[in-house]
């Protein structure tokens, strides 16, 4: 087994745990502290796993559905850990972390990376800027469907009259929810924005089939944004369409 390998399972392990241990800090009633701390653990395997399949490939390690759905859950925890902290939203972690998981278990799946990876030839800093930038770019706009997820969660509970669970006394407020939301589509559109432009400017062209949905995601979320700018949108209309534009945009990401 590669290093590579092992720093994957590694991470995923750590992951999964992540997951259990906030579960079960918030089903006894308590705010999961240490979840940031097991998500840093996650955090430093991701980027040896991935500088370890950056060194074999001689280029960003985005060169099958394995590679893409790891940089995903590792830019998927990159910004858990810059805008969890900030915003204090302790219990975005609790559901960041499953999708981590799930994600790089996704990865595992044999045929989905290869096993035995060949250096790239010709890279250029254009192409190298349009991959980081646009996984960079879902990895903010997963984490707002994370987001609107939790929202979806406390408006359900809100609207049960369920106020005495743990979940509702571990979830932020509402307007906490829906600024993070807004501002992860903005940071996350921001982001697929350079990258398109870079894959337009890199003197080899992206295939015309994967520029094609990447500019269609690109005006699904611009048209999220801007009707929810112009003619606001109920927060859980907000939310539902934040994630099912997320899990099309990945479906078309990773296998278009």
Request: aromatic share 10%; with cysteine; proline share 5%.
């Amino acid at each position: 087994m590669g290093m590579d390998n092992a720093y994957l399972i590694a991470s995923t392990v750590l992951a999964a745990v992540a997951a259990i241990a906030g579960i079960l800090s918030v089903h006894r009633g308590h705010r999961s502290r240490w979840t940031v701390l097991w998500m840093l653990a996650v955090f430093a395997f991701q980027l040896m796993f991935l500088a370890e399949r950056g060194q074999l490939r001689k280029a960003c390690p985005l060169m099958d559905s394995g590679e893409i759905l790891n940089f995903l859950a590792w830019s998927l925890t990159l910004f858990y850990l810059l805008i969890g902290p900030v915003y204090r939203i302790s219990l975005m972690g609790v559901f960041t972390a499953p999708v981590v998981t799930v994600l790089q278990l996704m990865a595992m799946i044999p045929g989905k990376m290869d096993a035995n990876p060949q250096p790239v030839q010709n890279t250029n800093p254009w192409h190298e800027t349009h991959s980081a930038t646009s996984m960079l770019g879902y990895g903010a706009l997963g984490l707002a469907a994370v987001t609107a997820l939790m929202f979806l969660v406390l408006n359900h509970q809100l609207k049960g009259k369920d106020l005495r669970g743990e979940l509702f006394k571990n979830l932020p407020p509402v307007p906490h929810l829906l600024i993070s939301l807004k501002r992860l589509l903005w940071l996350g559109w921001a982001l697929l924005t350079i990258g398109i432009i870079a894959g337009y400017l890199a003197p080899n062209p992206v295939p015309m089939h994967h520029f094609i949905s990447g500019i269609a995601i690109w005006l699904a979320y611009a048209a999220l944004i801007g009707t929810h700018r112009i003619r606001g949108l109920a927060g859980r209309t907000f939310s539902l369409a934040t994630i099912v534009l997320f899990m099309v945009s990945l479906v078309l990401f990773v296998y278009i």
